[in-house]
């Protein structure tokens, strides 16, 4: 039998899901989250094993690529159990995104389990620079995680940092050689404008990419790379390093029309795109038939109709978009 695919109205085939295992986090970075949150009642949250049905589900539809994120994946109970169950799945590609907090106690057993490949988000490498950003974070705390994480042997580790003007744009240059030194790659990205924050305006402390990419020139030769990761980012290499430097530029290079992906919310919301609000309740579907996908694989090919050709950030530094990345799975 042909394996089953997943196509929108556009052409584009979706094989790549993101599920938000948690709203919940340890850190309150203070382009993701307002320093108050009120997080979900457990009921609203999709169980472990509900969120199982989901990958499986996909899978059986051509999916290739999970990626676990949250809020932070892995301070949800019992997460090494849902890594275990789709780490038996074969997929080509399974990765998750983490703040790296939990890292130093669960690298080893998550690679164990199945998990090939990890994002770290790291914002800055001075310690009262990296408190004030995650307002709760402990660099030291993540700079462990990130060298249990080589220990541990995964095929990939990529650190994210989100870029500020103003913020850590003047730490580019460090956080590139620390990565060099490491051996792993980093991507750099420009903050979207999800959910409504009151650190900074968004507007005023955007660094686009091009500017990002402008400061590490002047350190670094930046080679463009034709490499697809199968997400967003583009990539370049160095001359002298296996490092690749990646960008995800939503405002100003606009990436929608090769968009292979969709989320999944911990509380079981589709999400078509990352910029606009069409989605549809999987956790209906999924409470009123505990016994069957059927209906499941049936909603899930049905909100491919939904998928919009693209998303429209603004720069104006307005809220576009009123769901946080916590909620929305980064
Ligand atoms: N807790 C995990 C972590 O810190 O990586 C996973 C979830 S977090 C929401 C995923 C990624 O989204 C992080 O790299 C974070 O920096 C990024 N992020 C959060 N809010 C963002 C925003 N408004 N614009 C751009 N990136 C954002």
Do not use: W
Request: proline share 4%; aromatic share 6%.
């Amino acid at each position: 039998m042909a394996q089953a695919k997943l196509t929108d109205r556009f052409g584009r085939t979706v094989n790549y899901v993101r599920l938000s295992v948690t709203d919940r986090c340890d850190f309150r970075c203070v382009y993701c989250m307002a320093e108050e949150m009120t997080f979900l009642p457990r009921q609203q949250v999709l169980t472990l094993e509900e969120i199982a049905r989901v990958a499986r589900t996909f899978v059986s539809l051509g999916t290739e690529k999970i990626r676990l994120t949250g809020g932070e994946p892995l301070v949800r109970k019992d997460i090494l159990e849902l890594v275990k169950e789709i780490g038996s799945f074969g997929l080509r590609d399974f990765a998750m995104t983490t703040n790296g907090s939990q890292l130093p106690t669960m690298a080893q057993d998550l690679r164990k389990a199945g998990l090939k490949r990890l994002n770290i988000s790291l914002d800055s490498l001075d310690a009262e620079k990296f408190h004030r950003i995650t307002r709760t974070g402990r660099l030291s705390q993540v700079l462990d995680g990130i060298d249990a994480a080589k220990e541990a042997g995964f095929e990939g580790i990529k650190l994210n940092a989100v870029v500020m003007k103003g913020g850590n744009d003047e730490e580019v240059p460090d956080l590139v050689e620390f990565a060099r030194k490491k051996k792993i790659d980093i991507t750099f990205i420009e903050e979207m404008p999800l959910g409504e924050i009151s650190d900074h305006d968004r507007g005023q402390v955007l660094c686009t990419s091009d500017e990002v990419r402008d400061i590490i020139s002047q350190h670094h030769e930046l080679i463009p790379t034709p490499e697809d990761s199968g997400g967003p980012a583009r990539y370049f290499r160095m001359p002298d390093s296996n490092t690749r430097v990646g960008f995800i530029s939503p405002h100003s290079h606009n990436f929608c029309s090769t968009c292979n992906r969709v989320r999944v919310t911990v509380e079981g919301r589709l999400l078509l795109c990352l910029g606009n609000e069409h989605s549809m309740d999987l956790r209906h579907v999924l409470r009123s038939h505990p016994e069957t996908d059927d209906q499941l694989r049936e909603a899930i090919i049905g909100a491919m109709d939904l998928k919009p050709e693209r998303h429209h950030f603004s720069t104006e530094g307005d809220v576009q978009i009123l769901r946080f990345m916590n909620m929305t799975g980064g």
